[in-house]
């Protein structure tokens, strides 16, 4: 079953590229194609989707891009081998009939039949590796799906060190922020109030260790009694439950908000004045976290463990690094914030924001990947 909605494209000589994702489901990949399919030049370059399903609130606005959407089941279980090759020439017939001259993958995954179905079409395959995940049962599958692939774009230096460290495959691309959308002005932000905010923006699963800010915000509420804490995300599964069951322990719900999931957070963000990603320095950690950028953009003071992706966001501000899964460092990090008048904050801000201009710019990600992509037909 496919989906295609025609766009108007004169240059014949243009680079196709089929850009794949599993779902919309979850708007934080979808956000990072869309925005990189929006920025490339329509003068060279011809970008067509495909995912498995429409599913997803962010499908919607994907779809009313105008766009060429394939909705197509184009990854395979590895297991048995006989239904991985029969699923991946499948998968290579339906690759060839779209002709793209690369596809690029943000499938995040280990999964290699993506790969094998491309190599059986003869067409040059790109993959974006977003996080840290690496080892245990899935090593060989990344061992696979990296030999598969043409050129591996990863989003932090320590990808590079830990799992590419002599490959010449490797394009070294950090996420980017539209710093005209996230600004440092909004004029549909929430009302200011008595109140001050610290916000998290995260996809509210274990990793991000979410537990540990609300912990140490509780041991600084009697200290600060006019700051909230906002946190913006789905928690409608297990670990949401638990943060939740936490913050009713803690006897925290006046002051501490969950949000729940928002397709944009830039009000929120406004309302705040200090961001913090307490990440933990496990499982697959962070690529490159936007909702980090984001909240730089914006103005705001950050803080953020000290793990891959993130260290490389705030190499010009060591100080608001603290030590990844540790209370205390946090929690001595967050004083130190929260004990700033609302002038002070602003001042630090801006550095922040002078920080994302110069290296974490949209435009300069979409160039990145347009050499690539030149170095993949040339």
Same mark, same amino acid.
């Given at each position: 079953?496919?989906?295609?909605?025609?766009?108007?494209?004169?240059?014949?000589?243009?680079?196709?590229?089929?850009?794949?994702?599993?779902?919309?489901?979850?708007?934080?990949?979808?956000?990072?194609?869309?925005?990189?399919?929006?920025? &490339?030049?329509?003068?060279?370059?011809?970008?067509?989707?495909?995912?498995?399903?429409?599913?997803?609130?962010?499908?919607?606005?994907?779809?009313?891009?105008?766009?060429?959407?394939?909705?197509?089941?184009? &990854?395979?279980?590895?297991?048995?081998?006989?239904?991985?090759?029969?699923?991946?020439?499948?998968?290579?017939?339906?690759?060839?009939?779209?002709?793209? =001259?690369?596809?690029?993958?943000?499938?995040?995954?280990?999964? $290699?039949?993506?790969?094998?179905?491309?190599?059986?079409?003869?067409?040059?395959?790109?993959?974006?590796?977003?996080?840290?995940?690496?080892?245990?049962?899935?090593?060989?599958?990344? &061992?696979?799906?990296?030999?598969?692939?043409?050129?591996?774009?990863?989003?932090?230096? =320590?990808?590079?060190?830990?799992?590419?460290?002599?490959?010449?495959?490797? $394009?070294?691309?950090?996420?980017?922020?539209?710093?005209?959308?996230?600004?440092?002005?909004?004029?549909?932000?929430?009302?200011?109030?008595?109140?001050?905010?610290?916000?998290?923006?995260?996809?509210?699963?274990?990793?991000?260790?979410?537990?540990?800010?609300?912990?140490?915000?509780?041991?600084?509420?009697?200290?600060?009694?006019?700051?909230?804490?906002?946190?913006?995300?789905?928690?409608?599964?297990?670990?949401?439950?638990?943060?939740?069951?936490?913050?009713?322990?803690?006897?925290?719900?006046?002051?501490?908000?969950?949000?729940?999931?928002?397709?944009?957070?830039?009000?929120?963000?406004?309302?705040?004045?200090?961001?913090?990603?307490?990440?933990?320095?496990?499982?697959?950690?962070?690529?490159?976290?936007?909702?980090?950028?984001?909240?730089?953009?914006?103005?705001?003071?950050?803080?953020?463990?000290?793990?891959?992706?993130?260290?490389?966001?705030?190499?010009?501000?060591?100080?608001?690094?603290?030590?990844?899964?540790?209370?205390?460092?946090?929690?001595?990090?967050?004083?130190?914030?929260?004990?700033?008048?609302?002038?002070?904050?602003?001042?630090?801000?801006?550095?922040?924001?002078?920080?994302?201009?110069?290296?974490?710019?949209?435009?300069?990600?979409?160039?990145?990947?347009?050499?690539?992509?030149?170095?993949?037909?040339?």
């Amino acid at each position: 079953m496919a989906y295609i909605y025609p766009v108007c494209f004169n240059d014949m000589a243009k680079v196709k590229i089929l850009f794949t994702i599993p779902n919309f489901d979850t708007a934080g990949s979808g956000k990072a194609l869309l925005n990189l399919v929006k920025g &490339l030049d329509n003068n060279l370059y011809e970008p067509h989707i495909m995912c498995l399903h429409t599913r997803g609130d962010f499908f919607k606005t994907v779809e009313a891009s105008g766009y060429p959407i394939h909705v197509y089941h184009y &990854l395979n279980k590895a297991r048995p081998i006989t239904t991985l090759l029969s699923g991946c020439w499948r998968v290579s017939r339906k690759f060839k009939s779209i002709k793209p =001259d690369i596809i690029h993958s943000f499938n995040y995954s280990a999964d $290699y039949s993506e790969g094998l179905a491309a190599k059986l079409a003869g067409i040059p395959w790109v993959f974006t590796k977003k996080n840290m995940g690496w080892g245990g049962a899935s090593k060989n599958a990344w &061992l696979l799906r990296s030999w598969l692939a043409t050129k591996i774009v990863v989003q932090n230096t =320590d990808m590079i060190k830990q799992f590419y460290p002599k490959s010449k495959k490797v $394009y070294l691309i950090p996420r980017g922020v539209d710093v005209n959308h996230f600004s440092l002005n909004l004029e549909n932000s929430k009302e200011s109030n008595a109140f001050r905010y610290i916000i998290c923006v995260a996809n509210m699963v274990p990793v991000k260790g979410i537990e540990l800010l609300i912990e140490a915000f509780n041991t600084l509420k009697g200290k600060y009694s006019n700051w909230h804490l906002l946190l913006v995300g789905d928690v409608s599964n297990p670990y949401g439950n638990m943060l939740k069951e936490q913050v009713r322990i803690l006897q925290l719900e006046d002051i501490v908000t969950f949000t729940g999931k928002v397709l944009d957070v830039r009000p929120y963000i406004h309302q705040a004045e200090v961001f913090v990603l307490p990440t933990k320095n496990e499982g697959r950690r962070e690529g490159s976290p936007v909702a980090l950028l984001e909240a730089m953009a914006c103005g705001k003071v950050v803080l953020g463990s000290n793990i891959p992706g993130i260290k490389d966001q705030l190499i010009e501000f060591p100080e608001a690094l603290f030590k990844a899964g540790d209370v205390t460092s946090l929690t001595l990090k967050l004083d130190s914030l929260l004990s700033l008048s609302k002038q002070d904050l602003q001042k630090k801000g801006l550095d922040y924001r002078v920080l994302v201009e110069k290296c974490f710019e949209m435009t300069q990600e979409v160039h990145k990947h347009e050499k690539l992509y030149k170095s993949v037909v040339n």
